[in-house]
Structure formats: structure tokens, C-alpha cells
């Protein structure tokens, strides 16, 4: 729809989208990441590339010896019918220098110094040629430096790579249209603008060709435009250029001539020669893509305003006061106060969806887990042989005393071992969470945009965490270690399922100590639980093998409840401990090291660090920049939605 306005009523429209564009141009809004349309100019050095342009533009521009063009040069050409004589005018660098056309090769040398230098450096920073005359073609081009693979005398080492910099900068944009500028003369796929633009269009769909110097070598011209073997997608327009003081209006009267009767130029298509031809190619192809970028330059501008906007509202307030302070370190603990809780209590991991790390209560739910199944769920033993433990501990508490008496202190020693040897496996767990809550809580803050507004805090509020984690972990350890020394000192447990599981062991002792005393009877015993046992080392300690069985049967019911006591006590503790750190003494320590006495801390929050000045800087320059190209285009848009429903 408003490509179909735009070409029906197009003299009427295109200046307004010109204008339009040229003045996002002029805004910059490069630098914000968006492409304009454009029709960017390339060819190598003595391609005739200024002589084309000054042929559309109908006045003439610096020539010289070495590189015409230092720096890109964006050229406005507006026709006006009612202008009696050109008026021209140079912007560059925030100024607007009026010129004569007699004038404009030294207003451009000028304003080239300025930029570049004054040496053959060149430069990206454009020059602005604005040119409105009667009869010109409405037009914005970008001319680009001419490309020289050897560097001239005074030419830095490196200008065949900044010039192709440039360049590519220019024509890597999908939004650009390359005006490839060829000499007849010359062999098409030689040249360095062709592989150059080949390289950002292989099929050479935006590139349109300009050959010139027909004149100089029509031999052939024909065929190399119609076999096509460099891929121009837009094709070709064959022109002849002003030669020596001929008038504009000369070189063109003669260029018709040209094509009209030379024997070989005159076969070639009418569409495809001529300066005017040309011009109105341009044109056409200006409106298209003007028309079919805007839509998403739009939708880009947008965007980004969005983006910065919402960045920039996300920058902290500029604090002046105490108060102001105070204020901002207690809402940043409180978000920080809030993250915690949904990642360590709730489980909730909204905030970080991917980070799996982050995911607070389902990796301390993993290290309980995986430290459960790492405690035996068998009581360990330290002998292979069935028993022989328990003997040689009773060996040693045998008294003068009745021998069907079982000896506690045999059992406790058993126990103290057996506690022993898992003794450190809840410290283990600790240590791990602990270091893992310190770490998890780090990250959260490093994360949150509250306390990258304020780099002032955050190595000690990192240093708060560290601390805090320390004094948690050793809190915990005399937690475990009391655990421990309460499993040590006693054996009890009110759990019924004790006194089941040894009364179901002791049904088997019949056959046990039968095996062992009736010694025509198999040395292996089935029991239920530990198996096939085999008991025939037991027969030379008969007296005691009974009291050693029981205490065995005794210490594997026992078991059970001392490793149900190890993880669900931890557990438990665990848990509360993370919840009065999130709830509580995490915010306790932040407040006492970042308000400090006498408010020290406070203070350091109203001192803005440069990094943070200058990024509001940076946005609020980027949030106008937007508001002016969406002001920009919003016009234009409601001028193309009207023309296009007319
Ligand atoms: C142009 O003006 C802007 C603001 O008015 C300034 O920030 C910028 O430095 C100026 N550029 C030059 C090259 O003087
Ligand atoms: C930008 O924000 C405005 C209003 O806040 C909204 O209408 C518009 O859709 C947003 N644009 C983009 C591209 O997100
Ligand atoms: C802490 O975080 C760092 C970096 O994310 C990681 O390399 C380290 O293994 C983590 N330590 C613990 C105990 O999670
Ligand atoms: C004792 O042994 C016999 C045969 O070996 C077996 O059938 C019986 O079930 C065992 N008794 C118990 C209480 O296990
Ligand atoms: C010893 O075991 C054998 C074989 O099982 C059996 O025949 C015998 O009666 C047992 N002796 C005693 C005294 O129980």
C-alpha cells in the first residue's frame, strides 16, 4: 500500500520521506544501532566516480591528485523549480556553511582539513553537501573514499584497510542500496568495489551499476551489461561524462548523441543509458526502499526508546539527603530480603528461570538428599568375619561377675565406634551449605539492579555475607558436634520399631547357636539380615557368641533411628538456620556495616560514582536522540497511512 503511494504520487511525496531520513541522518541515529536507507556510492580510484556524481548533481567537486574523497561525503540533492540560481551549504561537525557553486571545491577542501587533517589521512566523520538547483534529481547519496590498493606518497600504510572499513560500514547494512560506479575500460570482475560489495550481496540484489567512460571503450560494452557475469542485480545504467569545460547541458545533449548513433552504443538498450536515466533509477529505487524500511525503522526506534527509557528509569535517584540514603539501602536489603526468600524458602525461581544455580531450595534439597544416601543404612562393621567385633570388644569386658549379664559399657564402646565412623559426614553438610547459601546470596546480589547502582556498597556488603556465613557455619558445627556427643553418651530411642525389628532378629538365635554348639551341623546359617552368614569361626568363643549375637541385633535395629535422627535433625536445623538468616540476621549485619555509626555508611550512598554518571549521561542523550526520530517518523507515517487510503 504505501509503496503503491509513493510511486503514483511521487514527486509530490518523496521529498517529505527524504527529508524524513535525512534528518534521522543528521541525528545520528546510526549510533543507536539503526540503518537508514541509503544509496551509498563505491568504485575504485579513476572508476569516474566523481564525475558521475557531479554530472547528477550538476556542479563540480574537488579533483586532485591521490584520494578526491577523505572522508564520506552525504549529498542532498533537491530539485527546485523555482530556484533561479543553486544554493548550496556544507553541514558538518554542528556547523552549516553556506557556499557558491564556484566555491564548493574549497568549502569541501576546508571543511576535509578539519575533519581529516590536513595531510591524505581520511576519516568516517561525514560532510553534509546540501544542493538545491533546478532540475536536479531528489536524491541523498553517500560518496565514499575511492578505493586504492597501493598507498600514495603521504597515504598512511594502512589506507587500503580503513578506506575498506569505511566502506563496509556503509554497505554491510541490509537498508543499503550500492551504487557500484564501474569504467568501461576496465575488466568488471577486477575490480575492488565489485569483490567488496560481493561480499555483503553475493546476488548483488541491491546493487545497481553505473559504467562509465562508454565513450572510451564501447568495444564489448554491450555484451559485459547483458552477460552480467559480477551479478547486478538492479542492472546497469552506461554513461557518458563531461568532458573538459563542456557545460552540463552540453555533456548531456552529447551523451544522447552518443547512445542515439554510435554504431556499437546505440544497441544498447534505451533503459539502460543516459545521466537522466540513471537519475530516475535512483530515484525510484530511494522511494522504494524508504518505503519499505520505514516500517521497521519505526518499529526500531521504538524499541530502543523503550529499552533506554526503562534503563534510565531503572537508574538509581541521584540521592542528596541522609534520609535519601537510608531509604535506599533499606529498600535494597528488602528486595535483596525478598530474592532470598523466594529462592531459599518458597523454591520459587521465577527470577532466575535458567540459572539452576540460583535455584536455592532445590539444590539444598539435593545436598540433604544426597547426604541421607550417603550415610549406611546398614550398621557398619570393622571386622569381615560375622560377629568378630562384637566378641573381641566382649573379650575385653569380661568381670567376675554372672556371664549371662550383657555388658552395657561392651555395647557403648560398639556404638561409640559405629557413630564414629559417620561422624563427619554431617560437618561435610554444613560446610556445603553454608558455602553455598554465602555463594548463592552473592550471586542474587550481584545480580540485582539495586546494588549495581550502587558499586559503593557492594564489596561490603560481599564482605557482610562472608562474615555472616562464617559465623553460621561455626554455629552449625557446634550444632552437629552436640548431635554427635548426644549419640555418643546414650542409647535411646522411643521409636516402637526398635524393639520389632530386634525381637524378628532374635527368632533366628535357635538356629545361630545351635550351628555353634552342635558342631555336626552346617557352619552357615541364614538370617535375615545379613544373608547366608557363615559362623563356624564363632565355635571356639561358644561362651560369649550368644551375648555377641544379641548386641549385633541390638546395634542393627539401633541403627535406623541414630541415621533418622542424623538427617532429619540436620535438616531441621538447617532449615531454620536459612530462614532466621534470610529473615533476620542477614538484614541485621547489612544495616550495622552499610548505615554504620553516625551514618558513615549513609554517605558514601549520596557520593554518584562516574561510571554511573556518566551511563545516566549516556541515556538521557540516547532517550532524546529516540524522541526526536520517533517525532520524526511518526509524521511521516501518518503522511504515508493518508496517502495511501487517498
Ligand atoms: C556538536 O554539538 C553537541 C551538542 O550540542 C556536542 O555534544 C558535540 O560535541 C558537538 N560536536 C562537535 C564535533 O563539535
Ligand atoms: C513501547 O512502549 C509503548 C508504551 O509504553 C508501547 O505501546 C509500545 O508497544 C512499546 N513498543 C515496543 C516496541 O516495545
Ligand atoms: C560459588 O560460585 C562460583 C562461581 O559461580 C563457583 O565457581 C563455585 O564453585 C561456587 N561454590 C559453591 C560452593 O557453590
Ligand atoms: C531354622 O533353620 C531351619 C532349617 O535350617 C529353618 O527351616 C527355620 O525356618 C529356621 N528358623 C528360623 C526361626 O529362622
Ligand atoms: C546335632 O545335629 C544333628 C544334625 O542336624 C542332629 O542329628 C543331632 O540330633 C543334633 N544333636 C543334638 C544334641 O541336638
Redesign the pocket.
Known amino acids: 500500500m504505501a509503496g503503491n503511494a509513493l510511486v503514483s504520487s511521487y514527486n509530490d511525496n518523496i521529498r517529505p520521506l527524504l527529508d524524513a531520513v535525512d534528518r534521522l541522518r543528521h541525528l545520528k541515529v546510526t549510533q543507536e544501532g539503526i540503518q537508514l536507507p541509503t544509496i551509498v556510492v563505491v568504485g575504485d580510484q579513476s572508476s569516474g566516480k566523481s564525475s558521475m556524481l557531479e554530472s547528477l548533481a550538476g556542479i563540480s567537486l574537488p579533483r586532485g591528485q591521490g584520494i578526491c574523497t577523505r572522508v564520506p561525503l552525504v549529498m542532498r540533492l533537491q530539485g527546485d523549480p523555482d530556484a533561479t540560481k543553486p544554493l548550496l551549504h556544507l553541514e558538518y561537525r554542528n556547523k552549516t556553511v553556506p557556499t557558491t557553486e564556484a566555491g564548493i571545491t574549497a568549502a569541501i577542501n576546508e571543511a576535509t582539513v578539519e575533519i581529516a587533517g590536513a595531510g591524505k589521512g581520511i576519516s568516517d566523520a561525514p560532510i553534509t553537501l546540501v544542493v538545491k538547483k533546478k532540475g536536479v534529481p531528489d536524491l541523498t547519496l553517500v560518496d565514499l573514499p575511492g578505493i586504492t590498493r597501493v598507498p600514495v606518497q603521504g597515504q598512511p600504510e594502512d589506507i587500503y584497510e580503513q578506506i575498506s572499513n569505511i566502506i563496509m560500514g556503509y554497505i554491510a547494512p541490509k537498508e543499503s542500496i550500492i551504487l557500484n560506479v564501474l569504467s568501461a575500460t576496465v575488466d568488471f570482475p577486477t575490480c575492488e568495489s565489485i569483490r567488496m560489495s560481493q561480499k555483503v550481496d553475493q546476488l548483488g540484489e541491491r546493487t545497481l551499476a553505473v559504467v562509465t567512460k562508454s565513450d572510451k571503450a564501447p568495444e564489448g560494452l554491450l555484451e559485459k551489461v547483458t552477460v552480467d557475469d559480477v551479478r547486478i542485480g538492479l542492472g546497469y545504467v552506461c554513461v557518458r561524462n563531461r568532458v573538459g569545460d563542456e557545460t552540463y547541458e552540453q555533456a548531456r545533449a552529447e551523451e544522447e548523441r552518443l547512445f542515439k548513433s554510435h554504431p556499437l552504443l546505440s544497441q544498447i538498450d534505451k533503459s539502460m543509458t543516459g545521466i537522466p536515466v540513471l537519475a530516475q533509477r535512483l530515484t525510484q529505487i530511494q522511494a522504494s526502499i524508504i518505503a519499505k524500511c520505514l516500517p521497521d525503522i519505526v518499529?526500531k526506534v521504538?524499541?530502543k526508546?523503550?529499552r533506554s527509557m526503562s534503563e534510565l528509569n531503572g537508574m538509581p535517584q541521584k540521592l542528596s539527603t541522609v534520609v535519601d540514603g537510608l531509604k535506599a539501602i533499606l529498600h535494597i536489603i528488602k528486595v535483596l530480603r525478598e530474592s532470598l526468600e523466594k529462592s531459599l524458602i518458597k523454591g520459587e525461581y521465577d527470577e532466575f528461570p535458567d540459572e539452576k544455580s540460583l535455584h536455592g531450595a532445590a539444590r539444598i534439597y539435593e545436598m540433604l538428599a544426597s547426604y541421607s544416601s550417603k550415610l549406611p543404612s546398614n550398621c557398619p562393621t570393622t571386622n569381615d568375619l560375622f560377629l568378630m567385633e562384637e566378641v573381641s570388644v566382649l573379650e575385653e569386658a569380661k568381670g567376675i561377675w554372672l556371664p549371662n549379664f550383657l555388658p552395657r559399657s561392651a555395647f557403648h564402646v560398639l556404638l561409640k565406634r559405629k557413630v564414629g565412623t559417620i561422624s563427619h559426614k554431617p560437618h561435610e553438610l554444613i560446610n556445603a551449605v553454608w558455602a553455598y547459601v554465602g555463594n548463592l546470596t552473592i550471586q542474587i546480589m550481584l545480580r540485582s539492579r539495586h546494588f549495581q547502582n550502587y558499586p559503593q556498597i557492594q564489596s561490603s556488603s560481599q564482605r557482610v555475607v562472608h562474615n555472616l556465613m562464617t559465623k553460621l557455619n561455626a554455629k552449625s558445627y557446634e550444632f552437629v558436634k552436640n548431635m554427635i556427643e548426644m549419640e555418643y553418651c546414650s542409647d535411646y530411642t522411643s521409636n516402637p520399631d526398635y524393639m520389632k525389628r530386634w525381637a524378628e532378629f532374635m527368632t533366628e538365635e535357635r538356629n545361630f547357636t545351635e550351628a555353634i554348639e552342635n558342631h555336626s551341623k552346617p557352619t552357615k546359617v541364614s538370617l535375615k539380615a545379613f544373608g547366608v552368614v557363615e559362623v563356624g569361626h564363632l565355635r571356639s568363643h561358644a561362651d560369649i557368641a550368644e551375648q555377641a549375637f544379641d548386641i549385633r541385633m541390638r546395634l542393627t535395629a539401633y541403627w535406623k533411628s541414630i541415621v533418622l535422627r542424623l538427617v532429619d535433625g540436620v535438616a531441621l536445623h538447617i532449615l531454620h538456620s536459612i530462614k532466621s538468616m534470610v529473615e533476620s540476621e542477614l538484614e541485621a549485619e547489612l544495616i550495622n556495616e552499610l548505615v554504620g555509626t553516625k551514618m558513615a555508611g549513609v554517605e558514601k550512598m549520596l557520593e554518584e560514582s562516574p561510571a554511573t554518571a556518566t551511563k545516566r549521561d549516556r541515556l538521557k542523550k540516547s532517550v532524546e536522540l529516540l524522541r526526536q526520530s520517533k517525532d520524526i517518523v511518526a509524521n511521516i507515517m501518518d503522511r504515508i497511512v493518508v496517502e495511501g487510503e487517498k
Open positions: 518499529k521504538d524499541g526508546l523503550n
